[in-house]
Antibody, heavy 120, light 109 residues
Framework: QVTLRESGPALVKPTQTLTLTCTFSGFSLSTSGMCVTWIRQPPGKALEWLARIDWDDDKFYSTSLKTRLTISKDTSKNQVVLTMTNMDPVDTATYYC????????????WGQGTLVTVSS | SYVLTQPPSVSVAPGQTARITCGGHNIGIKNLHWYQQKPGQAPVLVVHDERARPSGIPERFSGSSSGNTATLTISRAEAGDEAAYYCQVWDSSSDHPVIFGGGTKLTVL
């Protein structure tokens, strides 16, 4: 059974760096074809893809946010970490991690999401 | 960059058929996926690779695609189908972005 769970601060101040952790089970990121992505959703708005990390440590970022994002993995802990620098109130959103099914390009399992509010 | 266009809202009477469209250039040749998101919940994959259903998704959910338009069809709509629906493709070029449509709110009247 594949599960993912996001964790991190619920509140960050403007200009601070956000660090989110995705802890997963039911698959290994050292297995060929396995990938984890991060997606966010501002309140009442659409989904927005942020970043992806693959089993071979390839990393991909949203063009509009790539200067602020870093994604990494700890295969031994079954965790993926996303950091986003210089947080702004417009970054207030629910942040999701999801498993990316490489062959089809779809997100077949999602975490429950974690709401991050950016406010002073 | 690639853009997916969805109508903001669609309404359907219980028991009738709802059709939610997703427009994009030559979308018929892309792997197109659909997600259902109920309020306060994470999205759930309901159709992948245009017309395949994950385990546990009712046969009432089906997908199709042709030319520049993909369609998610929900037959015999139920109150429990009321949700936002998002289409998604993966652009395997350059930064490999995952691209979502703007979402369609389905109301079952």
């Amino acid at each position: 059974q594949v599960t993912l769970r996001e964790s991190g601060p619920a509140l960050v101040k403007p200009t601070q760096t956000l660090t989110l952790t995705c802890t997963f089970s039911g698959f290994s990121l050292s297995t060929s074809g396995m990938c984890v992505t991060w997606i966010r959703q501002p309140p009442g708005k659409a989904l927005e893809w942020l970043a992806r990390i693959d089993w071979d440590d390839d990393k991909f970022y949203s063009t509009s946010l790539k200067t602020r994002l870093t994604i990494s993995k700890d295969t031994s802990k079954n965790q993926v970490v996303l950091t986003m620098t210089n947080m702004d109130p417009v970054d207030t959103a629910t942040y999701y991690c999801a498993r990316f099914f490489f062959r089809g390009g779809h997100l077949d399992h999602w975490g429950q999401g974690t709401l991050v509010t950016v406010s002073s | 960059s690639y853009v997916l266009t969805q109508p903001p809202s669609v309404s359907v009477a219980p028991g009738q058929t709802a059709r939610i469209t997703c427009g994009g250039h030559n979308i018929g040749i892309k792997n197109l996926h659909w997600y259902q998101q109920k309020p306060g919940q994470a999205p759930v994959l309901v159709v992948h690779d245009e017309r395949a259903r994950p385990s546990g998704i009712p046969e009432r959910f089906s997908g199709s695609s042709s030319g520049n338009t993909a369609t998610l069809t929900i037959s015999r709509a139920e109150a429990g189908d009321e949700a936002a629906y998002y289409c998604q493709v993966w652009d395997s070029s350059s930064d490999h972005p995952v691209i979502f449509g703007g979402g369609t709110k389905l109301t079952v009247l």
